[in-house]
């Protein structure tokens, strides 16, 4: 009877199980494509929470800022980076021949005035050592730490990210060629971003206008200093200044080089809308219209190096500068020994040069505008009033 | 029988087709690296998403949403690996589209041109909002901004595109 009612109860068992199993057969079957996307999302959503703060943390050998290049990017810039290179090495041979055997028309003409321009730049940087050499010695007075680029890396942009949400490019260059994360990457106009994740034959350039990068800067002129930032739309803003009167559109903004990635004075772009920024009150949007022309990078230099002197080579260009410099001045002065009557001449032009520019007597060219005559002179015209030392507390008008 | 004839989803509608491995794997490949080409010498293409086309291709033809799903997902994860976002982010977005491509395959004549655009349109639009969600709420990342215009600009571009791609797209098909 036990025995029975046992295997009653097995039975009973049994088909619960079978039952349950056809229940839960036909749930699965038919809710099966959900389920899988289901399972999908959620498997990526974790993913992404593992990645996330990882970029946060940055524990482990990882790139400067502490991300980690995951094995799955690894692959996918191994597997398109070739095809883009042989795309750009295709089209960059087509014009290469165009440049150098088809379009060479006018190239004499271009020569001739390019050495004009070397001839005119080798003038402008003569008055400049001068100024660059005292700027030097006060800086080592005030044991100012510049820093001077010393070595650079050029590299051709073979290709993009693909999507207007992550401003990306990629170069032909790698850590193969001494690039590493986080080095600052400009043109002969201005920065354009750093390097974000390099592998051996290739790197990623993230530009200023992706809303992820940033720069420190300051203002030319008022020397206010900022952040620079990336928007959504491809624009670049600072948005961590206050109003300001004395910021005015049209002013150059450079790099600040706090920020410890972009040395300082490297242009950055001018100022060309100034306007509240409904989000960050009292802030303003400073809109900054880039330097370098982002949308079309073929070239750029990587900032590989820098230093707190002065590379070797720009230090034997400011002592050419500083001998022609001296030479001139040498020049100036036996001229002036020789011939008192050019100096003269000399002296008068100069002061000629005060008054019609304008300005205070002995003050060259202080950028006061000159006061003209006055046509009827009356109490009020310019040097009519009597110095305060001749007035008399009490006295009535004469 | 007449009623077969008239019916919305006729035999001719839900036929399944498959292509061949070679397809599968070369064209959201070559799509891939497209889009990462062409906006290096025209900007303006950025605006594209190729890579979406593909994965609604796909999932209107193969009309199984498994199928969808894993190709939206592992093109998007593709995707992902060439920009600077942590991956999922295309990944999901492309999954849920494949997913949402192939339940609609069932329900629309996805053969007639009007309707083609139409899908790419609306899908384009619904990736921009899942792209917004999931950079903006599940990343946390305040600084990401939905551009209506520009999205609707996208949407507009990428079914004008969508049609001379899916008739190209359309010789590689086989009936299963």
Redesign the interface.
């Known amino acids: 009877m036990a025995g029975c009612e046992c295997a009653e109860g097995l039975g009973r068992a049994t088909i619960e199980w079978l039952v349950g199993n056809v229940v839960m057969d036909s749930f699965f079957s038919r809710y099966k494509n959900s389920l899988v996307l289901i399972a999908i999302v959620l498997a990526q959503t974790i993913m992404l929470a593992v990645q996330v703060p990882k970029s946060i943390e940055g524990h482990g050998p990882a790139d400067a800022d502490g991300r980690h290049i995951t094995l799955l990017r690894y692959w996918a810039v191994a597997l398109v980076t070739p095809v883009e290179r042989a795309v750009h090495g295709t089209s960059f041979d087509v014009r290469h021949v165009w440049s150098n055997y088809i379009g060479l028309r006018g190239a004499h003409e271009q020569n001739q005035a390019l050495q004009l321009e070397i001839a005119r730049l080798r003038q402008e940087q003569a008055a400049f050592a001068e100024d660059a050499a005292q700027g030097r010695r006060l800086q080592a007075l005030l044991a100012f730490k510049q820093q001077y680029i010393t070595s650079t890396v050029a590299a051709q942009v073979i290709g993009t990210s693909g999507s207007d949400a992550s401003r990306v490019l990629y170069l032909d260059k790698g850590s193969a060629d001494g690039l590493r994360p986080e080095q600052a990457v400009m043109t002969p106009d201005g920065v354009v971003g750093k390097l974000r994740d390099v592998f051996p034959h290739t790197a990623q350039l993230l530009l200023l206008n992706d809303p992820t990068s940033g720069a420190g800067v300051v203002l030319e002129t008022t020397r206010l200093r900022g952040i620079l930032r990336g928007e959504a739309n491809g624009r670049m803003e600072i948005n961590n200044l206050t109003a300001d009167s004395r910021i005015k559109v049209g002013e150059r903004v450079i790099t600040s080089g706090g920020d410890q990635v972009f040395p300082r004075g490297l242009p950055v772009g001018v100022i060309v809308s100034i306007a509240p920024d409904p989000q960050h009150q009292p802030y303003m949007a400073i809109a900054i219209e880039p330097a370098a022309n982002l949308a079309r990078l073929e070239e750029v230099l990587v900032i590989t190096g820098t230093d707190t002197n002065l590379p070797v080579a720009a230090q034997q260009d400011a002592a050419i500068a500083d001998a022609a410099s001296a030479e001139n001045k040498r020049a100036a002065d036996l001229i002036a020994e020789k011939l008192p009557s050019a100096a003269d001449a000399a002296a008068v032009k100069t002061g000629d040069a005060e008054t019609t520019i304008g300005g205070v007597p002995g003050v060259p060219n202080s950028g006061l505008p000159k006061v003209q005559p006055a046509v009827r002179p009356d109490k009020y015209s310019p040097g009519a009033t009597p110095s305060a030392a001749e007035l008399k507390p009490g006295a009535g008008p004469q | 029988m007449v009623m077969a004839e008239h019916s919305y989803t006729s035999r001719r509608e839900i036929d399944q087709y498959a292509f061949h491995t070679a397809v599968t794997l070369l064209v959201p490949?070559a799509c891939?690296?497209l889009?990462?080409?062409l906006?290096?010498?025209f900007?303006g293409l950025?605006?594209l998403?190729l890579p979406l086309i593909v994965v609604i291709f796909f999932a209107v033809a193969r009309r199984n949403?498994?199928a969808g799903?894993?190709t939206g997902?592992l093109i998007g994860?593709?995707?992902?690996?060439?920009?600077?976002?942590?991956?999922?982010?295309n990944?999901?977005a492309k999954?849920?589209i494949g997913?949402a491509a192939a339940?609609i395959g069932f329900a629309v004549d996805v053969e007639n041109v009007i309707n083609r655009v139409a899908l790419n349109f609306g899908f384009s639009l619904i990736q921009s909002g899942l792209?917004y969600l999931?950079t903006r709420w599940?990343?946390g990342?305040p600084?990401?901004?939905l551009?209506p215009l520009?999205e609707l600009l996208r949407a507009g571009c990428n079914a004008a595109v969508s049609v001379p791609l899916f008739f190209l797209l359309d010789r590689f098909k086989s009936r299963e």
């Open positions: 490949l891939v690296l889009q990462a080409v906006p290096k010498t900007p950025a605006i998403d949403p498994i799903t894993v997902t994860l593709f995707q992902d690996g060439l920009t600077n976002h942590p991956f999922g982010v990944g999901i999954g849920i997913f339940s792209l999931i599940l990343l990342d600084t990401v901004r551009l520009h």
